[in-house]
């Protein structure tokens, strides 16, 4: 499957092992192994999202999201695209706390002038 084919609707319905595909195959490694599905942390249940730069966490949520909104996924594929939509919406969010922290300690500070 390619990224075109995240907007195929009429596909039918995905279970999670398709989710593995919403990820780009060079992404594989953090994504999951051998096409089983997504990777997961043995602590959580959300899909390892970990590899992906935040553009790339970035795209794919928004690809994520736009399959959910579609209404074509059966339930138990709606549940594992929510899973992975907040795995990377957390990977995101992270990535933007790092860079705002960076950005603090980059600044000089007012009251040591």
Known sequence: MTDDSLD?????ARTEDD?????????????GVDGAGPATDPTSSRPDVSGLSYEEARDKLVETVSRLESGQA????????????????????????????????????????
């Open 8 to 12: 195929d609707a009429g596909a039918g």
């Open 74 to 113: 059966d339930l138990e594929a709606s549940v594992a695209l929510w899973e992975l939509g907040e795995a990377l919406a957390a990977h995101c969010t992270a990535a933007l706390d790092r860079a705002e922290a960076r950005l603090d300690r980059a600044r000089p500070d007012p009251g040591r002038a």
């Open 19 to 31: 989710l593995v595909e919403v990820l780009d195959p060079a992404d594989a490694g953090a994504a």
